[in-house]
Structures are given as C-alpha cells and as structure tokens.
C-alpha cells in the first residue's frame, strides 16, 4: 500500500533508540515492544542477559491485585500510573508462597515444599533470582518444631513486606518486621546477615525508598546503613518528638511519590472526659535532611493523592490516573486487616478534616464483584491472608 510503512524493517540503531525510551518510562511497554518481531528484539536489550537486580527492568509502577477467584497462577497488576490492569501468567505461584511484593515490583517467594529457598521474581520479565541463601541462616527453627510447621507460622504471620533490593544495586535487603529483624545478603552469598532492631517496634510497615530500608522504633525512625568497615545497623534518620507507646500506637512509613510519610495510627479519648475513644491518623513529613517530623494535611500532587494503608504495607496513588470521585484526596484508606474497619466499621481517613469515613463493607467473606476501585486496592495492601 503506498505510503506504508516496514517498521519490522526499522533499522537496528533507531529501533534500539526507541526501545531505550519505551524502557525508560515503563517495563511493560518493552516486553510488548520485544514480542512484535524479531528484528525489534534483536535491537533491544534481552532482560534474561541482565540480573533481576537491574533496575531498567523493575515494574515499579505496577501493584499486584488480590482476587478472590484468581486463577492459582494468574494475577492482576494495576498500573497506578496510568490506570492500566493486566493478567500475568506465573507459574512459580503453583510452587512458591509470596512472602512480600518490594519496592520495585518483585515478587519475595518461598520455595515449596521445604520453604527454605528464598527467591525474587520479575513478574513482567520472567527474570528469577534463585542463589540467595536459605532462610534457615536467618532464622533457624526451633527445637521440637517441624521444618514445614515453623515456615508455615512464618510465612502466616510474619510476612516479609519492606523488603528490596538496597542502593548499591547488589545487596537483596529482607525484613521480618513483626520478628524485630531483618537480613541482608548478595547472590551467591552462604547465609543472612541479622540486623536486630534496637528498642520496641512502632511500626508494621516498614518501607524501601531510594534504595533504602526505614523503619520506626522507640528511638524514632530508623535507616539501615550499610558499607565501610562496620557491618549493616539501624541508626536513627529522624527523631519522632512525639509520645509513643509501644504495643499501642503504631506508626505506618509509606513512600508517598518519593517522599516519606509517617502516619501515626492511635486511639485518643474524645474532648470533655469522655471515655469514648476515636481512632485518629495523624500524618507527617519526614525531614530526612533535619531528622524531624512535619505535620501535613494534604498528600500533594495535581488533582490530590491517596493513601492505601495497610498493616503491612501501603499505597499512594494519583487521583489523575483513576475515574473522577472514585477515589477522594487527601485521604487515608483502610486495608481489611485493621481490627477498626472489622469493628468499628472505619473504612477511611480525611485529613484536612480529620473525620473518618465508614467502609463500603468489612471482611467477612468473599468480596463483591465486581469491586469497587476502593476496595480493590484495600485488598491488594491485605496481607493478613494469602495473596
């Protein structure tokens, strides 16, 4: 047809130019720019020559959807940046648990049947990292209780969300939150190196930013450092200046479009001496540079963002990419793990007019469908549950 175009034909160098760009703004796009022919995927990078700790590759602006009636090894990925849903395909899911989706969109996975072998996932390049070692150099199980029975309670409770890979490209960082631990360790490498927190946990959902693990502690928000001569340790990136009581308030760290949040999550009596508490949500800014917290009362960007907390981990997405009134800025949602939303039906968290919302629906069963875009992504941050 005249005036058509052979883009199979597209020379070599202006192809591998494109491919860079398509690659530069999001992973899926080049796995789709690689599966139109062949001379494209010769002019392209290949991501199985590269290791699962290259960065290129990493779908960090995708988020793994939980649903009810998924198929054992498909799931849904939302692209918080656009708006995008897609189905992969992974097998690994038919013999390896989930322990935790990182910071870039890798999958943590536990090997089955002996849970031990811990691995990190692509799950939009198929790239697998296996030659980690095994978890039982990070926390050996104790006397009298079975190999299978001990994995098992961990990978139940102590799921291993905050986990990533650090800045220096090369070190895989994993966190057992619940357990005051983590671990840090390269391919290749015969065993776990523990790093115990110092002082009482404050928070349940540690989070990986710029390459970086925080959590919070009594001590206040804590950064692991690692490099020179002293071997990897928590010291402290920003003091809390706030009271904290351990095992009452928790302290939720979530990556708000590279800036760092802290959201105090406490009960507090009403006014007038009442004993009727409230759950509140305070949230600040954590001032890395001067190692204090600012109070905020807006999550920023364009139209607003929101925030998807969970007990594990949370979201913030754009109010840009989502249907209008779908989602409400500046607001705190509740994963279906909180114990309020079961029992005191809080769904929700407005911070301008630090008010709550009531919850379309609680946990108790199966979820609707379909769902609403809310309680999609109040799922995907459940973690209490297999995902």
């Known amino acids: 047809m005249a ?8 020379a070599a160098g202006p192809a591998g130019i494109i491919a860079d760009r398509v690659l530069s703004y999001d992973v899926a796009d080049y796995v789709r720019f690689r599966a139109v022919c062949c001379p494209w995927r010769q002019s392209s990078a290949d991501p199985h020559a590269h290791g699962v700790m290259d960065r290129r590759f990493h779908p960090w602006r995708w988020t793994m959807l939980r649903e009810e009636h998924a198929a054992p090894s498909r799931r849904s990925f939302l692209n918080t940046s656009t ?10 899911l038919l013999d390896h648990d989930v322990l935790a989706v990182t910071a870039e969109g890798l999958l943590v996975l536990l090997h089955r049947p002996q849970c031990t072998d811990v691995r990190l996932l692509n799950p939009l390049t198929r790239q697998l ?4 070692p095994p978890i039982t150099t990070l926390l050996p199980p104790l006397p009298g209780i079975g190999i299978f029975n001990y994995f098992f309670d961990i990978f139940r409770q102590c799921t291993a969300w905050g986990s990533g890979i650090a800045g220096d490209d090369s ?13 840090t360790a390269k391919p290749g490498d015969d065993h776990w190196t523990p790093v115990y927190y110092d002082g009482y946990s404050l928070g349940t959902a540690p989070v990986m930013l710029a390459g970086r693990f925080y959590c919070v502690t009594v001590k206040g928000v804590m950064v692991l450092e690692m490099g020179g001569d002293e071997p990897p340790r928590l010291v402290v990136a920003a003091n809390l200046n706030m009271p904290a009581r351990p095992f009452e308030d ?35 800014r954590v001032d890395l540079d001067n190692e204090g917290l600012f109070r905020v009362k ?5 139209t607003g963002r929101a925030v998807f907390m969970g007990a594990d ?6 109010l840009d990419v989502f249907p209008s009134g779908s989602i409400s800025a500046d607001t705190i949602y509740l994963s279906f793990d909180f114990g309020e939303r079961e029992f005191l039906n809080i769904g929700s968290y407005h911070l301008r007019f630090g008010c709550v919302g009531r919850a379309s629906r ?13 309680d999609c992504l109040c799922l995907a941050n459940t973690v209490k549950y297999t995902v």
């Open 129 to 132: 990292l296996a030659d980690l």
């Open 362 to 374: 609680r946990w108790g069963g199966l979820v609707p469908c379909p769902h609403t875009l809310v």
């Open 313 to 318: 981990g949370s979201l913030s997405v754009s």
């Open 250 to 284: 928790c302290m939720h760290l979530v990556n708000n479009c590279g800036e760092l949040l802290l959201i105090h999550r406490q009960s507090v009596t009403q006014p007038s001496g009442s004993s009727i508490w409230r759950e509140r949500y305070d949230t600040y």
């Open 3 to 10: 005036g058509s175009r052979d883009w199979a034909g597209l």
């Open 171 to 183: 070190t895989v960082v994993l966190s057992f939150n619940r357990l005051g631990m983590l671990g």
């Open 298 to 302: 807006s999550l920023g960007g364009g």
């Open 83 to 92: 708006g995008e849903c897609i189905q992969v395909d992974i097998p690994e």
